[in-house]
């Protein structure tokens, strides 16, 4: 595997690259062009113009973290093939600029969902948390303001506010579409796009959804074992990957994820690895890395990564703020650095005593 970190771009992101470079072990990050809007090309000059800012300060990019899908294309409305060739297009830009992981996701409306975005923790940090009972209690409309207060300025991916003006529209757009539907337009992109990817060796890693159900009654397919291999077998082609997120599929504590991740060996593309505290079935927060802060045994799921031969990019995920830091909620500098450093604790650990006893 290969430790990266998320990197926004300097014009969005309080980390910057230099401080990346300082973190042992990282030498990769995954990035995006942040300012492009679903259904966007990617021109090669913005790539390779932000591929020679990452490299000059001796880093280098590892993957995309998000080429963002158009809702045309999940809604499967009449003008999807437009969007789904512009995507073709920013594909080989990005293949003829030599990368070649892009991560994605295929949910409704809202990317991942907290209803929290700095809940209190005893020890003074704070974190992103989730209870089933307040979204119950919300008015989608209303979802954007009830977390806006606590972005400390930031942009969050998607939660842009010129998408949030337009929840209602998309709700309404989304009306017919069901989980059923979801997945069928999932296949005509796949199908659409993998000539491309099996060309220009792009692995695509599709991100589960978060939380790993319905949320406001919309359709969320990527939520499980189950769904996520008709996924791989509805397309069945080794570019057709994911992205294996602990704390999204975490969210439903059915989910056995060292299960999931030994069933995905060759298609795990890229991992988002932390680890969640939940204090009841419906209530959860994000919690530090370490297995003892949370819910999760990290070394299992780093285990079942090492035992598949996974060799892909792999990021620490949402961190506590933490020592006074602002920053975006989830994406801080200090947190996610004890994050990696742990994370690459765990894997020198494992390495060695699989081949002590080999
Ligand atoms: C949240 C992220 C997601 C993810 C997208 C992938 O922090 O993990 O926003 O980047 O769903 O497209």
């Not at 992981?101 to 704070?126: I, K």
Request: net charge negative; hydrophobic share 35%; aromatic share 10%.
């Amino acid at each position: 595997m290969e430790m990266t970190f998320r990197w926004f771009g300097k014009d969005y992101d309080t980390v910057t690259l230099e401080q990346i470079r300082q973190i042992p072990g990282v030498k990769g990050v995954i990035t995006t062009l942040y300012d492009t809007m679903p259904g966007d090309i990617w021109s090669r000059e913005r790539i390779r113009m932000m591929k020679e800012e990452v490299e000059a300060s001796g880093l280098h990019v590892s993957g995309i973290e998000s080429v963002n899908v158009h809702d045309s294309i999940k809604i499967g409305d009449k003008d999807r093939d437009r969007y789904i060739d512009n995507y073709i297009e920013t594909l080989k830009n990005l293949g003829e600029e030599d990368i070649h992981m892009v991560c994605y996701n295929f949910m409704p409306v809202f990317d991942w969902t907290r209803t929290e975005l700095a809940r209190l923790r005893p020890d003074g940090s704070t974190v992103m948390a989730y209870t089933k009972e307040a979204v119950d209690a919300l008015d989608p409309e209303k979802m954007f303001d009830s977390i806006a207060g606590d972005m400390n300025g930031s942009v969050m991916p998607g939660w842009e506010p010129e998408r949030m003006e337009r929840v209602k529209e998309l709700f309404e757009m989304y009306k017919d579409v069901d989980d059923d539907k979801l997945f069928e337009n999932l296949k005509y992109f796949l199908e659409r796009i993998m000539p491309v990817c099996n060309e220009y060796d792009i692995k695509m890693a599709i991100h589960p959804d978060d939380p790993a159900w319905s949320v406001f009654g919309l359709p969320r397919i990527i939520i499980n074992k189950e769904n996520i291999l008709k996924m791989m077998s509805m397309v069945d082609d080794p570019h057709n990957g994911v992205t294996f997120c602990s704390g999204s599929y975490g969210t439903n504590i059915n989910n056995d994820l060292p299960d999931m991740i030994r069933s995905l060996k060759g298609r795990i593309h890229f991992a988002h690895v932390r680890n969640l505290k939940f204090n009841t079935p419906t209530d959860f927060e994000e919690a530090a890395h370490l297995s003892e802060d949370g819910s999760f045994d990290m070394y299992e799921i780093m285990k079942a990564l090492y035992d598949i031969g996974f060799d892909g990019p792999i990021r620490p995920d949402h961190g506590r703020m933490i020592w006074g830091e602002k920053a975006m909620p989830g994406y801080g500098l200090y947190d996610r650095a004890l994050g990696a450093t742990y994370l690459n604790g765990l894997w020198e650990a494992i390495v060695k005593e699989s081949e002590r006893c080999k």
